[in-house]
């Protein structure tokens, strides 16, 4: 599977959505200032105007106009506003007025009333008692917003407020909100940045043991302190990690076992391919020769005594032979399968060997074999005394129709240095087994030399039934080469008096 990398960074992107809503944020409360602070400031300037307005009013109607407290009063809502008004009467005097030098304004109200300067004055609101406009004063340049109208038939008054000073302080308020937001967007972006990489490192972390993970690598762990959702999805992980690498390793071992059975039934069919075409090989023969012999006798072809004899000699031999084979091969069978369950029994193997020895001392002495034993009573084992007779039967019958040279056999029977043991040796002179077939000497129906097996009727079924009885009985067998000959051996459980207590 194709290895994905991470195209767009999960941080990169955090960051980026948290920029730009933040710039976003800044930019317009920056959009709103700048659009709508001035109006905002000049709509607040006009209920200014009207409060001081309708003091005037309050003031003029209670004939109190130069009391020391309606002048503390009117003195304190300009300061507080910073606005100026001025009150003359009909015969233009000054009343009453927060100017230093009244005279210019006086003339400056008059003009107004009487609309002898309608150029420099922009009208937002007219009533029958007051007018408010936009008015720029001709000697200063500077624009006011100014209320002016009668507060009587015989008393005229004007009311403003410069527009210059709250367009600076919009102006000023529009840069230091600029300044503030971008200082602002950067130091947020420092602190976004350091926040989600907090968040974004144990993320990458456990990124990074997945695809472990997905590697088959199960070492790498999750070690974080956080007690937040991430860590708990850590502490998951590594639990998946844990049971995941336990349950490949189950899964190993049961494909393991499973590639052994299938390997085990390979083989077996094989044996059992090899056995079939093997007994078929045995028995083709001594069949060809029975079968040839008897149609002889059918056909009336033996005209003499001595040859019937012959044909019936070689009938009944060959008979015997498939006989023998046919038991061989139901003992190696039934020891194979466990029907010939082992009976085990402690006896002395010194007397089971001395008896095997003398059944053979017919075939030994037609041969010219000397066999030497060195008797050593009181050796006492624990096995199954039929079956290790036939072990050992097989062993002698082997040296027998393999001894050459000086045709010498030597049996031994010793204790391990261990003492738990008693090894049984079967040596005898002549030519040793070659090395590729020291392992295959024990495989059904194998030979190394088939012409001489054949001579003497052997089978090569010997030697598997001592690897079968022996495995059976969980106890070492072996063969090795000699300087002059061939030695094979057995093992079996010591039985002295004392291991049986």
């Not at 008015?135 to 624009?143: F, G, H, L, Q, R």
């Not at 390979?266 to 079968?291: C, G, M, W, Y």
């Not at 062993?395 to 056999?409: F, L, M, Q, R, T």
């Not at 049996?411 to 049984?424: Q, T, W, Y």
Request: overall charge negative; some cysteine.
């Amino acid at each position: 599977m194709k290895e994905r990398r991470v195209k767009y960074s999960l941080k990169r992107q955090m960051a980026k959505i948290f920029i730009l809503l933040m710039s976003g944020t800044i930019f317009m409360c920056w959009f709103v200032n700048v659009f709508f602070l001035e109006k905002y400031y000049v709509q607040y300037k006009k209920d200014n105007l009207l409060e001081v307005y309708y003091l005037l009013l309050e003031v003029h109607s209670g004939d109190s106009l130069k009391s020391g407290e309606i002048e503390q009063q009117l003195s304190n809502l300009c300061s507080i506003y910073n606005v100026n008004f001025i009150v003359t009467d009909s015969s233009s005097q000054t009343l009453y007025s927060t100017y230093k030098d009244p005279q210019q304004i006086n003339m400056q109200l008059r003009d107004i009333v009487f609309e002898r300067d309608n150029q420099s004055k922009k009208i937002i609101t007219a009533t029958g008692d007051y007018t408010l406009s936009y008015i720029k004063d001709p000697y200063s340049k500077t624009e006011y917003l100014t209320m002016w109208g009668n507060l009587d038939a015989d008393c005229f008054f004007m009311i403003r407020t410069a527009l210059d000073s709250i367009r600076d302080s919009v102006h000023m308020s529009n840069a230091f909100l600029l300044y503030v937001g971008l200082a602002a967007i950067l130091l947020a972006a420092i602190v976004i940045w350091v926040v989600t990489s907090k968040i974004t490192d144990p993320l990458m972390k456990l990124a990074d043991i997945s695809k472990q993970m997905a590697n088959l690598n199960f070492e790498t762990k999750y070690e974080g302190n956080s007690r937040n959702e991430i860590a708990v999805l850590g502490e998951n992980m590594n639990l998946m990690s844990d049971r995941l690498e336990e349950t490949i390793s189950h899964l190993k071992t049961a494909n393991l076992e499973l590639q052994k059975d299938v390997e085990s039934r390979r083989n077996a069919d094989e044996r059992r391919r090899e056995f079939i075409a093997n007994v078929s090989h045995e028995l083709k023969t001594p069949i060809a020769l029975i079968q040839g012999y008897a149609e002889g006798l059918k056909e009336g072809i033996i005209d003499d005594r001595e040859s019937l004899d012959y044909y019936c000699d070689v009938i009944m031999d060959e008979t015997h032979k498939m006989n023998h084979l046919v038991k061989r091969l139901i003992s190696l069978s039934q020891v194979e399968s466990g029907a010939d369950a082992m009976q085990m029994e402690r006896f002395d193997i010194n007397d089971l060997i001395v008896h095997c020895i003398q059944s053979f001392a017919p075939l030994t002495e037609q041969q010219g074999i000397t066999i030497t034993y060195e008797e050593c009573s009181g050796m006492y084992v624990w096995a199954d005394e039929y079956q290790t007779e036939e072990v050992l039967r097989n062993y002698i019958s082997n040296a027998v129709h393999h001894c050459s040279g000086e045709k010498e056999i030597v049996v031994k029977a010793e204790c391990n240095e261990d003492g738990r043991h008693v090894r049984i040796r079967v040596f005898n002179t002549g030519d040793p087994i070659p090395e590729e077939s020291l392992e295959r000497i024990w495989d059904k129906f194998y030979k190394v030399d088939k012409a001489r097996t054949r001579e003497y009727g052997g089978s090569g079924l010997g030697l598997s039934i001592v690897k079968a009885i022996m495995e059976s009985m969980k106890q070492d067998f072996g063969v090795q080469n000699c300087e002059d000959g061939v030695e094979f051996w057995f093992e079996l459980e010591n039985g002295r008096e004392q291991e049986i207590i």
